[in-house]
């Protein structure tokens, strides 16, 4: 997959010192064969290599720094980029006005189920959505928004098959004006493909009724498919944003890259599912890492890059091993915690952690952290250099010093040397991954 390819790229970019143009290039053809191979449109594949190298190239030659993940950085920016930077929101008229969202899209694309799950989310959100039944080509299509209507509590209108789909709309947007619903959807028809009796169709409805929205649903597993059909939908009737369903299938990320750059339109929705609750709002960053693998670990990585001394890393590590872990290494350590956003932020980008976040934050107090470092900055430098040389009368001055209570003074003191001697029974604690995360 896509995933484990760029991972692979990656994994050899990051074993590297230094990044060469070479190293680049070579990078960015394995990127650039993984990307076509996930289907990404070919032009957006050559454009999006050649302003990576570029970017790469140059930077590497300006910063030394762990070129690697410098790359990484690039390309994921890159990949935002390319899905439209932020997220674009439905746009929808204050509440005491009717807003009128027409989906559209081929048969079996995600339309009704889409629908639902929105309306739904709009109720949710405190707004009276309505849903039209226009489609009364497919058989059971009635039935069927019936149906998760009924599962996300909104009201269905609909006037049977024998009705035509602009005139059920026009009656449909009076049935809102006069409920007082302030958001209405317009479930159309589709057909299996693209075809003028569907383009007319749609143009009927909005010359019978003001549209404000007009969403294309397209279907992520279909692959580059799914780019053809939003450009095609966007030249002959116009949209103004997609739903890309289907997305928890095993989908390759192709689509998601390349809708926008093709069609200039942007994703604003993508379905994980049959349920009700699966649909999410589309985060091009989410979107850019999930493609690159590595969960939001992208920016831990990131940061911690940009912050960690890789050579102070390494002689703490020495010192660990050799148990002469000292107070100036603890700051250190603290230093860096904090470099990266202080430890609910580390937790926060943890993959895995999700709910019990609230939690652990609960757990970690950082203003003890602060009261610590005052601890250890009230210290002597040879007595942060030497624990050994701690006794009663240095304890007393150094909790002047920090105004903090004796008590607390021995309390740290204490926690400190039992971390130091954990230290000492357990060599191997400071191996790769563990850098940096311990506390006292
Ligand atoms: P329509 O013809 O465009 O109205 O498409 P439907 O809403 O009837 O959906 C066609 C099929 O796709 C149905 O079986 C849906 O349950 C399924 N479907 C729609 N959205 C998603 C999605 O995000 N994920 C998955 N796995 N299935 C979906
Ligand atoms: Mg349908």
Redesign the pocket.
């Known amino acids: 997959s896509l995933t484990d390819k760029l991972q692979n790229v990656f994994k050899n970019l990051r074993s590297k010192g230094k990044l060469t143009e070479d190293d680049v290039k070579a990078a960015l053809k394995e990127v650039k064969m993984a990307l076509l191979e996930a289907d990404v449109n070919f032009k957006v594949v050559k454009q999006f290599t050649k302003t990576v190298q570029e970017k790469a190239i140059g930077q590497d030659v300006m910063n030394g720094l762990n070129p690697g993940q410098m790359v990484i950085k690039i390309v994921h920016d890159e990949l935002v980029n390319l899905m439209g930077e932020s997220t674009t929101e439905l746009p929808l008229k204050p509440s005491n006005d009717l807003t009128v969202i027409m989906m559209i ?10 629908v639902s799950k929105l309306a739904g989310q709009m109720k949710q959100k405190g707004r009276k959505p309505l849903l039209a039944a226009l ?1 009364v080509y ?1 058989p059971g ?1 009635i039935e ?1 928004l019936q149906i998760n209507g009924d599962k996300v509590g909104v009201e269905v209108f609909s006037m049977g098959n024998q009705v035509k789909p602009a005139d059920i709309a026009r009656a449909a947007y009076d049935h809102a004006k006069s409920t007082g619903a302030n958001v209405l959807f317009l ?1 159309t028809a ?1 057909r299996l493909q693209i075809d003028e009796s569907m383009m007319e169709e749609l143009v009927a409805i909005r010359e019978t009724i003001k549209v404000d929205v007009s969403l294309l ?1 397209v279907d992520a597993m279909t692959g580059q498919e799914a780019v053809n059909v939003a450009r095609t939908f966007n030249e002959k009737v116009g949209i103004d944003g997609v739903v890309l ?5 095993d989908t390759r990320g192709g689509a998601a890259l390349s809708i926008r750059a093709i069609c200039g339109k942007p994703i604003m929705y993508v ?4 349920k009700m609750s ?1 649909l999410e709002q589309f985060y091009p960053d989410r979107m850019a890492s999930r493609i690159l693998g590595m969960g939001d670990v992208l920016s831990l990585i990131e940061k911690a890059q940009a912050n960690i001394d890789e050579e102070k890393a390494r002689e703490l590590e020495q010192r660990v091993r050799k148990a002469q872990f000292t107070y100036d290494d603890y700051l250190n350590s603290m230093d860096q915690m904090r470099n990266m956003g202080g430890i609910s932020s580390i937790l926060s980008m943890m993959p895995g952690l999700g709910g019990k976040m609230k939690e652990l934050e609960g757990m970690i107090d950082e203003k003890d952290l602060a009261r610590k470092e005052a601890i250890i900055k009230s210290m002597t430098p040879k007595e942060r250099a030497n624990p050994d040389l701690m006794s009663m009368s240095r304890k007393q001055r150094i909790a002047k010093g920090a105004g903090v209570d004796i008590v607390e003074v021995n309390r740290f003191i204490k926690s400190f040397e039992q971390t130091r001697k954990m230290m000492k029974q357990m060599p191997g604690l400071m191996k790769k991954g563990k850098r940096g995360k311990f506390g006292g």
């Open positions: 899209g081929l048969q079996g694309s995600g339309k009704t189920t889409t489609d497919r299509a069927q479930d589709g649903v369903t289907k997305m928890d299938g379905g994980m599912g049959e699966d």
